[in-house]
């Protein structure tokens, strides 16, 4: 009883104030439903949304939390955004995890998308000095241990 009293409430203060998606700025942007846009709206928003001067630390991750989350895998265009604004942000460490992100999304047919992502953002990889995951040898475990019944 109590708790839908206070819900109401909140509702009706939040009415009140003008709390909306809309005006919450660009991480609420992200995180608003855009069912009815075309594929090149959605590229083009989140290109947009990577490419800003102003975006910080938690709003890359999150843009890039909400990308992986979906049931797609990014196109070129917003992983080099991303990238790039993994290099404005200083953030190797972001960068290389993206990537095993968007790897991880290619599902069970990773010998036939991730080889064409690498071809497609080869250029801004190497512009931008960031190395795959698999150039830097996290594709490997680095302590697994020989089976003990292939020791002979």
């Not at 203060?13 to 809309?22: E, F, K, P």
């Not at 290389?96 to 047919?109: P, S, V």
Request: net charge negative.
């Amino acid at each position: 009883m109590l708790r839908s009293a206070a819900g109401q409430l909140f509702g009706v203060l939040r009415g009140t104030v003008g709390l909306t998606t809309s005006r919450l700025g660009a991480a609420g942007a992200v995180r608003h439903s855009h069912s009815n846009e075309s594929a090149e709206e959605f590229d083009a928003r989140y290109e947009a949304y990577f490419s800003r001067s102003d975006i910080d630390h938690w709003e890359a991750r999150k843009g890039m939390n909400d990308l992986l989350g979906m049931d797609l895998v990014p196109e070129p265009k917003v992983i080099i955004a991303a990238l790039k604004a993994c290099r404005r942000l200083n953030d190797y460490a972001l960068a290389i995890r993206f990537l095993e992100g968007c790897k991880d999304k290619c599902g069970n047919q990773v010998n036939q998308i991730y080889p064409y992502l690498l071809q497609e953002i080869r250029p801004t990889l190497t512009e931008l000095g960031i190395d795959t995951p698999e150039e830097l040898g996290y594709d490997q475990p680095e302590l697994a241990l020989k089976s003990v019944f292939d020791m002979h």
